[in-house]
């Protein structure tokens, strides 16, 4: 009994004081590993430290069948619905998104080599070309917006469940009293559907990514068959598709190019997030050649789902004269018109295929990032884990139900996100591609003091921001005409329109020039003269023989899946063993 009652003395003055509540989460070294806290200092815990050989399990299958899934989301299904209405056809729309899936899979691939060679997620590796205290604006950036579309995705996973309700309950679910005022922008039934969701995904947030790939796998394989079996009923159903009802394909020559490149940009703007987040789970692979599937799987799924989204929705079109372009609705309207137990059991069931496939996505674009990045803004006190719980939590802080019910200039804006985020991308591609040559110093990573590699200039890298400032000032402008059509002029709306190649080309191509103007330091100064040809530093994973800290793991040093295990063995001995080939 007194047990208890400390502890609730002890939690009481937690809260009553913020100081003493802050310590009582403050992270502490477990007894047995005694890396809770990192091996770095302050800027160190475990999650940020590169993962460890028992952490790297993600296998190729695991990645493909990571980004094969990933598509399958209803922001993807509906791309098409956006696209008609510039009068762009199907098949336009079809090459649009062929040549996005090439151009982000080869953004993609370049962007998970570091991460797979060096094991480091995106909060410590954009500290490499943004500097140490700049890399907090990447972080918190991307941070905020995933934290939006978590509580928006999961809006929509409800949806899903709502169906699943009506397939159960009937009309005693639809008719459900509301108690809730029309400003809520919710119905009583439908926060009821959130609620579920939510309870459903929550326990996901108490696993660690690199355990995580079997959910992806289980998606890859329950997503596809749901929705294609959709496609294949609704086409049977409906005797055929009737694409002219999703809208007018009647514009040529400047026009049809406009929208074509308006298409690309609306397309890119469901994969930045994978582009942006690649390195926090391929930093699990055990080499870079287990990340070659990523760009396949994009490759193969994203045109794939947008084919289905356009072929499922004309066919519903021509069945029902409406043209759903969500799933959600799609699955009601075929309730309205064959109701009874086999419908209701099958369309419960590709519901709930469809809501199991949004978590999954929420999980990998939304989640986990946030998870990370959390634990990189305030490493003493978050780890990925407690992130991912801290973000489940803000998904009803958000108020999704606001956002989309009232606020579709807000929506508008954040798929404004890729002109922030490509360039950064296309910043750490060009900072480790060329500048460094592939040249990681990992304890560098973590220290704050002048002189360091990753300190720069006050610990921001002004090379980096001026080409980031530059690139977002570029198609910025456009933005405002998205959200207010005639507010600027038309030059900049098709700037904005080609905000994903402007920006990102504009951000590389002005990193490169200031980094061969004002070329990057490498290697710390106080170690004198190193080898910085391509890559000599993956031997080691990013470390000296002479650094004061060394993880343990090196000494039996894994290279590209052959692990050396020289039992006496320096790392110095083991590149040089290396380089002549004895390994």
């Known amino acids: 009994m007194s047990t208890i009652k400390q502890r609730f003395t002890g939690a009481k003055q937690a809260i009553s004081s913020p100081r003493t509540l802050l310590e009582s989460v403050r992270l502490e070294n477990d007894k047995e590993t005694q890396e809770e806290t990192g091996l770095f200092g302050s800027w160190s815990n475990k999650d940020l430290d590169p993962s460890p050989p028992s952490q790297r399990v993600w296998t190729p299958w695991s990645f493909f069948a990571f980004q094969f899934s990933i598509a399958f989301s209803p922001t993807t299904y509906n791309v098409g619905a956006s696209l008609y209405a510039t009068g762009l056809n199907w098949w336009t729309i079809l090459i649009a998104s062929f040549i996005v899936s090439f151009l982000v899979g080869g953004l993609l691939l370049l962007n998970s080599r570091a991460a797979a060679l060096y094991h480091l997620g995106y909060p410590t590796f954009v500290r490499l070309s943004a500097g140490i205290y700049g890399s907090l604006v990447f972080i918190f950036l991307r941070g905020v917006v995933a934290i939006l579309y978590m509580g928006i995705q999961t809006l929509y996973a409800s949806y899903f469940v709502n169906v699943m309700l009506r397939c159960v309950f009937g009309h005693d679910w639809t008719e459900l009293p509301n108690h809730l005022p029309e400003s809520a922008g919710i119905t009583s039934g439908k926060l009821t559907s959130f609620l579920i969701i939510w309870l459903m995904q929550f326990p996901f947030a108490f696993v660690h990514p690199s355990k995580m790939s079997t959910v992806f796998m289980v998606k890859s394989i329950l997503a596809p068959i749901g929705m294609i079996a959709t496609m294949i009923w609704a086409i049977v159903s409906s005797h055929g598709v009737d694409f002219q009802g999703l809208g007018p394909s009647n514009v040529s020559g400047a026009v049809l190019g406009w929208s074509f490149m308006k298409a690309i940009n609306s397309i890119v703007s469901n994969v930045i997030p994978p582009l942006v987040n690649s390195s926090d789970l391929t930093r699990y692979a055990k080499c870079p050649r287990d990340t070659l599937p990523l760009p ?285 080939g004895m390994i």
Request: glycine residues 8%; proline residues 6%; hydrophobic residues 50%.
């Open 296 to 580: 396949i799987g994009l490759v193969l799924s994203k045109p794939l789902v947008v084919f289905l989204g356009m072929v499922i929705t004309a066919a519903g079109y021509k069945q029902f004269g409406e043209a759903y372009w969500n799933m959600w609705d799609l699955y009601s309207s075929i309730l309205d018109h064959y109701w009874g137990p086999g419908t209701r059991a099958v369309v419960f069931l590709a519901a709930g295929i469809q809501a199991f496939a949004t978590i999954a996505t929420n999980l990998s674009s939304n989640s986990i990032p946030v998870g990370c990045d959390l634990a990189g803004l305030f490493p003493r006190y978050m780890t990925i884990v407690r992130g991912q719980i801290l973000c489940l939590l803000l998904a009803w802080v958000v108020v999704p139900w606001k956002l989309t019910y009232s606020a579709s200039s807000f929506l508008t804006f954040l798929n404004s996100y890729l002109c922030f985020m490509c360039p950064i991308v296309a910043m750490m591609i060009v900072d480790y591609w060329i500048a460094r040559k592939g040249n990681i110093h990992v304890p560098s990573l973590y220290n704050t003091q002048a002189g360091s590699p990753y300190f720069y200039t006050g610990g921001f890298n002004l090379r980096a921001f001026a080409a980031w400032l530059g690139a977002i000032a570029l198609v910025i402008p456009g933005v405002s005409g998205a959200l207010n059509p005639g507010s600027v002029a038309d030059a900049a709306v098709k700037i904005y329109n080609m905000g994903f190649l402007i920006s990102t080309a504009f951000a590389a191509l002005a990193y490169y020039i200031s980094c061969r103007i004002w070329p990057v330091q490498i290697y710390p100064t106080e170690l004198g003269t190193k080898d910085a040809s391509w890559e000599v530093m993956r031997y080691t994973e990013g470390f000296f023989p002479e650094d004061e800290i060394v993880p343990d793991y090196l000494q039996e040093t894994v290279i590209e899946g052959v692990t050396v295990k020289p039992p006496k063995c320096s790392l110095e001995d083991t590149v040089n063993m290396r380089k002549e």
